[in-house]
């Protein structure tokens, strides 16, 4: 039995559960059975309950009327207009944040993290600075408004875009994914919108998902 130390229960579980969701070990869809969970780490029903929901909150997993609780799950229409929405989104921001002065420091420190857990080979950081990095790519555009409708888009889209991230350093050297976020980088800071375009064009956000 994997016994968790009551230090925050919640906090505990809530980390476990994300990692193996985001790395792969849960999958879209997966029920997550109460029973085999509490005995599993250790812990009663409350905390499980609450880990759960807070899991919730961040788009990771589903509760379904009398059917209880799973890992999260899009058709796969869905996950084709949520990509094609992200896509229109990040070009709207890119063409009103440039050409013009753009703060990149947010973006920087993303991919800095991103380059940094990749290295280490910590799935769980480099998916959040992933996150981040896109995140604070619509923010140069400096509308809060978009950024509001941007942030659902991308929190359901975590699963899948970790998915992309995880099948590529499968495929590919493992930093092809930082180097690939790095020409994106580049492209923005160049003020072109053009060159920023072009490179969001080729960026490849699902190409290692079907």
Request: proline fraction near 4%.
């Amino acid at each position: 039995m994997d016994v968790l130390e009551p230090a925050s229960l919640v906090e505990l579980v809530m980390g476990r559960l994300r990692e193996e969701i985001l790395g792969g070990g849960l999958a879209p869809g997966d029920r997550l059975i109460e029973e085999q969970l509490t005995a599993r780490f250790g812990i009663s029903r409350a905390p499980l309950r609450e880990a759960l929901r807070l899991l919730g909150q961040q788009g990771l997993v589903e509760h379904l009327p009398r059917r209880g609780v799973r890992v999260a799950e899009l058709s796969a229409r869905d996950v084709d207009e949520l990509f094609g929405l992200r896509d229109v989104l990040e070009r709207h921001a890119v063409r009103s944040a440039l050409p013009g002065p753009v703060a990149l420091a947010d973006l920087a420190a993303a991919l800095e993290a991103m380059d940094r857990a990749a290295a280490e080979g910590d799935a769980l950081a480099e998916n959040a600075a992933h996150h981040r990095f896109h995140l604070a790519l619509v923010a140069l555009a400096g509308q809060r408004q978009m950024l509001l409708v941007y942030e659902p888009v991308i929190l359901k889209l975590q699963l899948y875009m970790a998915a992309n991230l995880r099948r590529e350093a499968e495929l590919r050297a493992p930093e092809e994914g930082v180097a690939r976020h790095r020409r994106l980088y580049e492209a923005i800071a160049s003020g072109d919108p053009e060159t920023a375009l072009a490179a969001l064009a080729t960026h490849g956000a699902r190409t290692y998902i079907g």
